[in-house]
């Protein structure tokens, strides 16, 4: 108890220094157009307050009980990984599935057609790209090894593939989705062969560089990209050519159905697009692992010397990671644009990258499921602390919940990583196996790799 009061004073001494100036201290003008600062004392305390309770639970209570129930399930000789498996567990992603397929027309009948847009769009579309584009870096990072920082590059190669040829050529959704997969996957293929060489720490410094250098294309090339102004008037998707969601069209979808004038049915239908588009990533991803492409990379991954004395060549193993993951980063790229309308450089900076990132790692490395419950924790609780107006109850009614939400984003990656350091699934199901498949326990796998 006395070295959990300790570190409890310690915890709120550190958060005092931490958040005095980003907490503890706002400005704004007055009428006379100076900038003026002043203290939010209340609002300090709780912060510095809840580090303080919180450090002083974790060491006091919580701790201690996670070690006497490891320690007896040591005793007892339980196994981390358990094959006995209920029947949540082996129907998972069946149930995962369905609830999926039904989402739209619950989300219609509790809230109505124009109700379910925030539900639909802000955390069903909004979830699924980051679930897209994290299964995507998943086969670079996860699968082979390679520590990409400059994914968002693709992600913007595909929006702008889509964003142009569609607004010069007038080309339509279904011919464009492929070729912005097809174009990324080419500029993958060309980040790729710079970095051959390049493993650790040098490889992120250029990828990184990679992203960057292409955001700043995207910036100065204004003949083509309109610089900062971005593209506009992006034209939507259809369904297949048959029906429009254009107001003026005569085949318009809500005028075809005699359905009242709403943007919900577009919102709906790129819900079943992207969510195909998810599960189309999902199941190459799967297929591939269990190809000697896909035991190429993890070997690759686990040791390149030991990889190349076994007659693996490595530098189409790296091109093929590269391009297969930039290519579903392009499919993502293409449905962003047909989404929002509207495209810049400002949607594909660096944190976008590094939130991408993050969701692998603290999902799982290699581990499809557990990437996805992160997309959900992670971008879910980020929109969902919008709607979290009852905050400034707590923290004052000057406190926006949203502003604070990389800040609460970081916390929740710091708690992740001391309490499941290889990520929400901790375990695999190796691709190659002698007679029965068993899960591999996170104490057996490389750190880091789930």
């Avoid at 994914?151 to 011919?175: D, E, I, K, N, Q």
């Avoid at 429009?244 to 079943?272: E, H, Q, R």
């Avoid at 001391?418 to 996170?442: C, E, I």
Wanted: aromatic share 14%; glycine share 10%.
């Amino acid at each position: 108890m006395a070295r959990a009061l300790k570190e409890a004073f310690f915890a709120g001494l550190v958060s005092l220094g931490l958040f005095c100036l980003f907490v503890g201290v706002e400005t704004y003008q007055n009428i006379n157009n100076e900038l003026v600062w002043r203290m939010r004392w209340g609002l300090l305390a709780v912060f510095v307050g809840v580090a303080a309770v919180g450090r002083f639970l974790n060491v006091a209570f919580i701790r201690p009980a996670l070690d006497k129930r490891k320690l007896a399930k040591a005793k007892s000789g339980i196994l981390d990984v358990s094959e006995d498996k209920g029947f949540f567990h082996r129907h998972f992603l069946k149930i995962a599935l369905i609830a999926l397929l039904i989402y739209p027309p619950v989300s219609v009948m509790l809230r109505g057609v124009q109700g379910s847009l925030l539900l639909v769009d802000n955390f069903g579309i909004q979830i699924l790209i980051y679930v897209m584009l994290a299964w995507g870096l998943n086969i670079v990072v996860g699968l082979a090894g390679l520590l990409d920082l400059g994914y968002v590059a693709f992600y913007a190669v595909g929006a702008y593939s889509y964003a142009l040829l569609s607004t010069h050529f007038g080309l339509s959704f279904w011919v464009l989705l492929p070729l912005a997969g097809i174009f990324a996957a080419l500029w993958g293929i060309i980040l790729g062969f710079p970095v051959l060489r390049l493993r650790g720490d040098y490889l992120a410094i250029v990828t990184l560089a990679f992203g960057e250098i292409i955001r700043l294309v995207l910036i100065n090339w204004t003949e083509v990209t309109k610089g900062t102004f971005g593209v506009s008037g992006i034209a939507k998707a259809s369904i297949f050519g048959i029906w429009s969601f254009d107001v003026g069209s005569p085949s318009n979808f809500a005028k075809s159905f005699g359905l009242p004038m709403s943007s919900a049915y577009y919102k709906i239908f790129l819900f079943y697009v992207i969510l195909f588009l998810c599960m189309l990533t999902a199941y190459v991803t799967i297929r591939l692992r269990r190809m000697p492409i896909g035991r190429a990379w993890e070997a690759l991954r686990e040791d390149e010397i030991a990889c190349r004395s076994l007659g693996i060549n490595t530098v189409t193993t790296k091109l093929t990671a590269f391009a297969t993951g930039a290519m579903f980063g392009g499919f993502a790229g293409s449905f962003f644009a047909a989404r929002q309308g509207f495209v810049s450089p400002e949607s594909f900076v660096f944190i976008e990258s590094a939130v991408i990132l993050a969701i692998v790692v603290l999902g799982g490395m290699g581990s499809l499921t557990g990437i996805a419950i992160a997309a959900v924790v992670m971008v879910g609780g980020t929109e969902l602390l919008r709607e979290m107006n009852f905050l400034k109850a707590i923290f004052g009614p000057d406190f926006t919940p949203e502003l604070y939400r990389m800040l609460i984003f970081g916390l929740a990656m710091v708690v992740v990583m001391l309490f499941k350091p290889r990520g929400f699934v901790g375990s695999r199901a190796p691709s190659a196996f002698l007679h029965t498949r068993k899960n591999v326990s996170g104490s057996f796998t490389k750190e880091g790799h789930g």
